[in-house]
C-alpha cells in the first residue's frame, strides 16, 4: 500500500521520529545505511527498519510507497539528499528536509574549510598531532599526510565493520578510537589531552552531535578546530519540531504539541522536601518528570532523570517531546552559582515556558542558624572552580563561601593556618538535613574537625588589609634578585587594565614585585609568575606567603617553553626576556591573539628588539612611554636628586588582523 511514512534516517532525528511514530500508530519504513543507525531504531507492528543499500531502482521502490517522506540524513549526507529530493520530484512528491540546526558556538579561532580535501592540505603545512572526528568515510583521506601514523589519531564508530575498513586505511592500535558518541567535554578533553592534539578536524554536527562539547574541549585543550564546513541545502529546511507538526497535519494528529512546554526550575534549598514553598511542592507534584542530581530527586517516587548538565538535560528534553511539564530541581539559591543560569543561557524560548521557583539558600540558613546578617558579606563560590578566598579574606571583613568535596573545608583551614590568617571560621555542614553540623573556631582549632562533602563556611577578619598600587620597595624580601621600583612598578600594572579575574604572566619575575601587584589587583584571576633563577624563585614563593597572594604560581624555567600547558592569559608583563624576546611574543600570541601586553625595557637595545618585534608579528602599539625617576636624599641642610635608570614602558593590544 502507498501510505507510509518513509523516513531516511541515520540521525538521533530518526529515532525521536521512530518513537513519535509508534506513539500514534503511524506506518512507517525507516532507512538507515549503517549498523549504528539500525541499532538506534526499534521495530515494532507499525515501525519497521530497512538498511538495504538503495541502487537507483530501490530508492525508486520505496518512495512510492510513500504518503510522506521525510530526509532526516546527516547534515553533511548531501549526495543522499540529492538522490532523494530527485527521485520525490521525479514521482510529484513533497520531500521534507529535516535538518538539525548549526551549533552554537563563536566561529572565533575556528579554521573553516569548504571540504575533507581542503583540511587535509591545511594540515600538510603545519605541525602537531590530529584527532579525526568526522568518522570512517573521510578517514582515508588522511593517509596523504606522509606522516599520518604518527600523528593523525581517528575516532570512529564502535562496530566491527568499520574497526576493519579503517585498520585497512592504515588506523590501528593507538591511532583509532572506536565509540559510540556523542561525548562529553570531558571525554573530547581527556582524548585531546591523551593524544596531545594541537588540531582537532571536525564537522558542525549540531547540538545532538556533541558538536559543542567538541568545541569547548579544543579550546580548553589549546587544540585548534579544523571545521569542514556544511554542504549547501536545496530548497527549505525544518527542525525537528517543525517536521512533527507537519506529520501531525498530514495524519490529523491533534494534541497539544504545538503549545510551548513548560520547564520550571525548582529550586529545593539544602534538599529537604519539608522546607520546600507550597508552589515549590506543587510543581514537583505536577511535573511530568523529576530532573536533577540524585540528590535533590532521591525523595521522590515518580519518573526521574538522574542528570545535572545542562547540555544533556536539553538534550533529553529535545530527545522526548512527549514530556510537556518538566520540572529541574537544583540546589540553594536559584540566582547564585546555580545551575539555572546554565538553563536560562541555553534553553531556547521559542519551544520552553521557564519559570523560577527559589527555594532557601545554605547561604541565609546558615546565616539564621547562628544570628548572623549576610548583607555586608562578600559571595563566593568553589564549586568547580579554583577560588582565591585567601585574597578576599584578607581584603574583606566577612567572605561566605560554598566549598567542594570532602577535603575542602579541610584545605581552607590550612591555607588560612600557612598564611598566618587568625580569622575566626564558621562551617556549616549538611545543613537542613538530620546530619547537620555546624562549627566555629580559630583555623587551628577546627582543621582536624572532620567535615563532609557539603559544606559552607563564613570567614570573619577584624583587621583586613587594603591593597594600594606601588607598594613601598622596602617592604619586599628582596635578595640579590632584581626588582622592579615601585613608581615603575604602579605605572606598569596600571597600564594593564587588569580585571579582577584577569590570567596574567609576569616573564622574568625577579624577586615577584609585579606578580605581587598584580595578585592583589586580579583578586579572582590568576598569576604566573615564570622566573628561571632558582634564587628568585625562593623569593617569590616567600613574598608569596607574606603579602598573602594564593593566586600567585610561581613556574621555574625559562620562557617560552616555561609558559607550555599554562592556561591562556589575558593579559602579560615582560621585565625581562633573556634574549627571547621574539619567542616569547610569539607564544602569548598562539595563545591568545587578543592578549594586553606591557614590557619594561632599561636598555635601548631592548628596546629596538621590542619595535622589531611590534612590525614583524603585527602587534598593535598603544603607546610606548620614557619614564625618569628621581629621589631626593638628605645632604646637610640641601635635598639633592638622585636619578634611577630610565625605563621604556610598551603598552600593546594583541594583534592586528588587518
Known sequence: MNDKMIVFAGTTEGRILSEFAKRHQIDSIFCVSTEFGRQLIEED?????????????????????????????????????????DECKAQGKECIRLLRPEGKVEDDGLILVPDID????????????????TGSKELEAFTRLEDFKERVYGRVLSTPSVAQKCAEFGFEGKNLFCMK?????????????????????????GEPGGFEEKIKAARRADAKVILVGRPSEMGRTYCLEEV????????????????????????????????????????????????????????????????????????????????????ILVSGDTGFQSAAKNIFDSIDRDRFEIKVLPGISSISYLCSRIGQSWDDAHLMSAHGIDANIIGNVVRRKKVISLLEGSESAKRLCEDLI????????????????????????????????????????????????????????????????????????????????????????????GTGSVSIEMALRSTNGKVFAIEKEGDSVELILKNKRKFKTHNLNVIKGLAPDAMAGLPTPTHAFIGGSSGNMREILGCILEKNKDVRIVINSITLETMSEVLGCIEELG??????????????KKVGRFHMMNALNPIFITTLNGKNEN
Open 118 to 133: 581542503s583540511a587535509v592540505e591545511y594540515l600538510k603545512g603545519v605541525k602537531g598531532n590530529v584527532l579525526v572526528t
Open 418 to 509: 600557612e598564611y598566618g590568617l587568625n580569622v575566626n571560621v564558621t562551617i556549616g555542614q549538611d545543613l537542613g538535613s538530620d546530619k547537620e553540623s555546624i562549627v566555629s573556631g580559630k583555623p587551628s582549632d577546627i582543621v582536624d574537625h572532620g567535615f563532609g562533602t557539603l559544606c559552607i563556611a563564613l570567614i570573619e577578619n577584624e583587621n583586613p588589609i587594603g591593597y594600594s598600587p606601588g607598594i613601598d620597595d622596602g617592604e619586599f624580601i628582596r635578595g640579590d634578585a632584581p626588582m622592579t621600583k615601585c613608581e615603575i612598578r604602579a605605572l606598569s600594572v596600571s597600564k594593564l587594565n587588569l580585571n579582577e579575574d584577569s590570567i596574567v604572566y609576569d616573564i622574568g619575575a
Open 181 to 205: 558518541g556523542p561525548f562529553c567535554e570531558e571525554m573530547n578533553y581527556g582524548m585531546l589531552k591523551q593524544v596531545d592534539a594541537r588540531y582537532m578536524v571536525t564537522k558542525d554536527s
Open 619 to 632: 602587534l598593535v602599539e598603544e603607546e610606548t612611554i620614557s619614564v625618569s625617576v628621581s629621589k631626593a
Open 45 to 85: 507492528e507499525h515501525v519497521k527498519v530497512s538498511s538495504k543499500r538503495l541502487g537507483e531502482d530501490g530508492l525508486r521502490d520505496m518512495i512510492s510507497q510513500s504518503t510522506v517522506v521525510i530526509d532526516a540524513t546527516h547534515p553533511y549526507a548531501n549526495v543522499m539528499s540529492h538522490k532523494i529530493l
Open 244 to 327: 512533527i507538526e507537519i506529520v501531525k497535519g498530514r495524519y490529523d494528529i491533534a494534541d497539544d504539541a504545538c503549545m510551548k512546554r513548560t520547564v520550571t526550575i525548582v529550586g529545593v534549598g539544602m534538599g529537604d522536601p519539608s522546607s520546600l514553598t507550597e508552589a515549590s511542592k506543587k510543581a514537583i507534584d505536577e511535573a511530568d518528570i523529576l530532573i536533577g542530581a540524585s540528590r535533590m530527586i532521591g525523595p521522590y517516587r515518580k519518573r526521574t532523570l538522574n542528570e545535572y548538565r545542562t547540555e544533556k538535560v536539553l538534550r533529553f528534553l529535545d530527545e522526548s517531546p512527549d514530556l510537556k511539564n518538566i520540572a
